[in-house]
């Protein structure tokens, strides 16, 4: 059985920093890419970042670049969302997900991703 579970969310000032985890069971991992993605509170889920399966590529959305970085170690089976510089507009359900896919035109696209875990709320005040 495939799980992914994510950890570390919670409450935040803007300014601050959070490291989010991602544990994976159940599957390959390190054949595995990964995505990080968000969903604010009435909003659509959105991309937030990608790691390719060794760890050496990555992705991430205009507005996280330079802010987030996400890693992953294979030999724990983990993947890492570091975000500094949080904003408010940050906050959202963080969740991460896994593709065996390649793809030749990003990672954006949640349709890639077979398996998500339940996510992760982070809260960034004021």
């Known amino acids: 059985q495939v799980q992914l579970v994510e950890s570390g969310g919670g409450l935040v000032q803007a300014g601050a920093s959070l490291r989010l985890s991602c544990s994976v069971s159940?599957?390959?991992?390190?054949?595995?890419?990964m995505g990080w993605f968000r969903q604010a509170s009435g909003k659509e889920r959105e991309f937030v970042g990608f790691?390719?399966?060794?760890?050496?590529?990555?992705e991430y959305a205009g507005s996280m670049e330079g802010r987030f970085t996400i890693s992953r170690n294979n030999t724990d089976n983990m993947v890492y969302l570091q975000m500094n510089s949080l904003k408010p507009e940050d906050t959202a359900v963080y969740f991460c997900?896994?593709?065996?896919?390649?793809?030749?035109?990003?990672?954006?696209?949640?349709?890639?991703?077979?398996?998500w875990g339940q996510g992760t709320q982070v809260i960034v005040s004021s």
């Open positions: 790691i390719d399966w060794s760890g050496r590529n990555t």
């Open positions: 997900a896994a593709t065996i896919y390649t793809s030749s035109i990003g990672y954006s696209a949640e349709t890639l991703y077979g398996y």
């Open positions: 159940g599957l390959t991992f390190s054949a595995y890419n």
